[in-house]
């Protein structure tokens, strides 16, 4: 099994709704933070969303209050719901996990490195 895997992207109009998914190995889903970047052509990866070990959340200012980031531990399964998705939403969408040296809840993880990447998913919105 890959360590990260990203599903669910596609293209809808905008004011859509999509619900991605990351199945990761047991390994990466202990880690204390996971978190959703996405990447749009031309532009660095930025982070969308950030949770804790514990279920903290933490959001850009540009999705907040638009997406949802869940962990089931059930399924070590990360996901990212997307409702009200505009054009500027459009990116490939990836998934991660990292213990950052301090684990101070969920601005640690906003301002940690990251470095294992699933291939990403596409995520398209259209006006």
């Known amino acids: 099994q890959a360590p990260l895997m990203e599903s669910g992207g596609g293209s809808v109009q905008t004011g859509g709704s999509l619900k991605l998914s990351c199945a990761a190995s047991?390994?990466?889903?202990?880690?204390?933070?996971m978190a959703w970047f996405r990447q749009a052509p031309g532009q660095e990866r930025e982070g969308v969303a950030h949770i804790t070990d514990g279920g903290m959340t933490t959001y850009a200012e540009s999705v907040k209050g638009r997406f949802t980031i869940s962990r089931h531990s059930a399924t070590n399964t990360l996901y990212l719901e997307m409702n009200g998705l505009k054009p500027e939403d459009t990116a490939v969408y990836y998934c991660?996990?990292?213990?950052?040296?301090?684990?101070?809840?969920?601005?640690?993880?906003?301002?940690?490195?990251?470095?294992?990447w699933g291939q990403g998913t596409q995520v398209t919105v259209s006006s």
């Open positions: 047991a390994v990466m889903f202990s880690r204390y933070c």
């Open positions: 991660s996990a990292v213990t950052p040296l301090r684990t101070y809840g969920p601005l640690a993880c906003r301002s940690t490195r990251y470095e294992a």
